[in-house]
């Protein structure tokens, strides 16, 4: 019979999850920001930016922003931009650190409900260092995963502290930690379910409850939860208003239900694979338009059903077997495709909680299957120490993808087939490092593999722009425009090529009509104030540049420019203001050519000590 462990080895435990998930994830500190969501979540959102403010946190609570309402994803953003500015190393190391106290509540969570140390230390210590989890901890955007399941296994430790002695007040804070974790992640509505399952297995209250009620225990137990279960209906009809309106579900009405339910079925099988196979991650895997082999998803569901049937006939005996399945299967439900968000078959990020029902199996199932050796601690050392290197490895070396955008792009396209997104993003990770004609190979690659790729095509667009072939710009953006005809951004970039080419009466109609669309459309409306301001209505041009400089006060040249307007119909005490702002916000004020900024200068007649462009400049 084996000896109880020391009282201080779950300590020692604990502290070797700490040691072994930074030694996975220690690479983490190299990577930066990368342009897939990053720039969504934080580094090109002025609220995020801004810190926490009292507009900002407004706003956090009642945007739709991204196609989700997850005010403490945003939160959790602005505050680390509050503490560490756009330092990424610091955004990294804050979800590391949320992954961390995941892992040791995790493990906390298994050992006080099933007493065994070792198989909880083993589920804790996969779930940490998995390679499949990387993208979860180290993909910024991604701070909504580690930051919602922090609260996941918050209401599972305060449901178990509930379970062992029932009260209002410890109800109550399982219903608070439920609430906040919705708050970051809607993904979590499956957790009443979760807590069922827990139930059954590990806290086996259905007994208990037998004992002390006389109504059924499982009608008990579900009406128990039904705060639980109220709040997880409240955040689907709130998940599904906001994506129905930003249009986050319009591949959903597309895509036929025969399709999202075979891509269903196979997914369920692959991401099993993956977790006990992981290799040819991808930051995304294409849906195909025209679904998958028929025998594919037959296939799947004929394994899936021959194992669901086993491990039930099982549950008796092992229950942590059902418990274990249902959990992945379950956890699963929200993001396997049904409802379709997105263009992705499915994601490593996804597998953040459900994976850890394939764990338990594994690891609660090698401990029974050798409790009877006579050499199991040794076996179960050496394979749980090889395991956990190997691990420990492929999570190293998945991290190096993440270094940057083309090392993330470069590796999706070398494990992925077709992955018209992925080449549309490369494309523009091309051009921002210089590498533009590159770039339009990608852009290229991306339109033959969906031609209606408007971003590939807009994008593409913006490549020529700028490297003077404009004719050929106005060509694609046009093409945009017939796709997309109430596009405000397409309108507007089809403007500023048509500006290039000197056509400033078509252009303004373009401005005038991205303007019209969105109204707060600050590019649009900076763009028809320059474009008037050239051919000398400056009246008008001041209504549009008053307007994009209350939508982005920070910009050097539209208060440049707005000085420039306001001096052309005699305002000069406006004009000196906004000049100065001007050289404020850019002392170079870059882009500007200097013989405009000094005859700008002569013209609203700064004293020679106060004119921010002097006379020896050249």
């Not at 990577?31 to 934080?42: M, Q």
């Amino acid at each position: 019979m084996d000896r109880p462990l020391n009282k201080y080895w779950p300590l020692y435990i604990c502290a070797g999850l700490i040691l072994v998930t930074l030694i996975a994830f220690e690479p983490v500190r190299r990577n930066i920001f990368v342009s897939y969501d990053d720039n969504t979540y934080v580094t090109d959102n002025p609220h995020v930016k801004t810190g926490l403010t009292r507009q900002s946190i407004i706003w956090a609570f009642t945007t739709t922003y991204a196609s989700n309402w997850h005010p403490l994803t945003w939160l959790s953003h602005m505050l680390d931009c509050q503490l560490f500015g756009l330092n990424p190393l610091w955004h990294h190391l804050t979800s590391l650190l949320f992954h961390i106290a995941n892992t040791l509540l995790l493990f906390w969570v298994l050992k006080r409900t099933t007493g065994a140390a070792w198989p909880s230390a083993f589920v804790a210590a996969a779930f940490a260092i998995h390679p499949l989890h990387v993208e979860s901890v180290a993909w910024i955007a991604e701070r909504k995963d580690v930051l919602s399941s922090l609260f996941w296994f918050l209401t599972i430790a305060a449901y178990i502290r509930y379970a062992e002695r029932p009260g209002v007040a410890k109800f109550l804070l399982v219903i608070l930690a439920f609430l906040l974790g919705l708050m970051a992640k809607p993904m979590l509505v499956t957790l009443p379910f979760v807590l069922l399952l827990l139930d059954y297995w590990p806290l086996h209250r259905f007994e208990s409850v037998q004992i002390n009620c006389r109504i059924s225990p499982t009608l008990y137990l579900l009406v128990e939860k039904l705060p639980l279960f109220i709040l997880a209906m409240v955040s689907c009809v709130i998940t599904y208003i906001v994506q129905q309106s930003t249009g986050a579900l319009k591949l959903t009405e597309t895509l036929p239900l025969n399709i999202r339910i075979s891509n269903a079925l196979v997914s369920y099988l692959v991401y099993v694979v993956k977790v006990v196979y992981p290799s040819r991650l991808a930051v995304l895997y294409p849906l195909g338009a025209n679904g998958l082999p028929s025998w594919q998803p037959a296939a799947s569901l004929l394994v899936l059903i021959v194992v669901s049937v086993g491990i039930i006939y099982t549950a008796g005996r092992r229950p942590y077997l059902i418990v274990g399945w249902l959990w992945y299967l379950g956890t699963l439900v929200p993001v396997i495709g049904l409802v379709q968000v997105g263009s992705q078959a499915m994601a490593d990020r996804y597998t953040y909680l459900p994976s850890i029902g394939i764990f338990i199996i594994l690891c609660f199932g090698a401990a029974e299957l050798l409790a009877k050796w006579r050499y199991r601690k040794i076996a179960l050392a050496v394979l749980g120490g090889a395991v956990i290197a190997v691990l420990v490895i492929c999570t190293r070396i998945q991290l190096r993808y993440w270094r940057n955008d083309l090392t993330l792009y470069e590796r999706a396209l070398a494990v992925t087939r077709n992955n018209f997104i992925i080449h549309h993003n490369y494309g523009y990770a091309l051009f921002k490092h210089g590498r533009p004609d590159k770039a339009i190979i990608h852009y290229k690659e991306a339109l033959q593999i969906r031609p209606d790729c408007t971003d590939a095509r807009s994008g593409l667009g913006y490549v020529f722009a700028r490297l003077g072939r404009v004719d050929e710009a106005v060509k694609e953006y046009r093409q945009v425009l017939q796709m997309l005809p109430d596009s405000s951004n397409a309108h507007n970039d089809l403007g500023t090529a048509l500006g290039k080419q000197g056509k400033l009466d078509e252009a303004i109609e373009h401005f005038n009509e991205a303007a019209k669309i969105t109204p707060d459309f600050a590019d649009a409306h900076r763009n028809l104030g320059f474009a008037l301001t050239r051919q000398g209505k400056f009246t008008e041009a001041i209504t549009h540049l008053t307007k994009a400089v209350q939508l982005n006060p920070d910009s050097a040249l539209i208060h440049f420019f707005l000085a420039s307007a306001l001096a052309n119909v005699g305002k000069t005490d406006e004009a000196k203001l906004h000049f100065k702002e001007a050289f404020r916000i850019d002392p170079n004020l870059t882009g500007v050519p200097q013989n405009l900024k000094r005859n700008l200068n002569h013209q609203i007649g700064l004293d020679r000590n106060d004119a921010p462009v002097k006379e020896n400049e050249p």
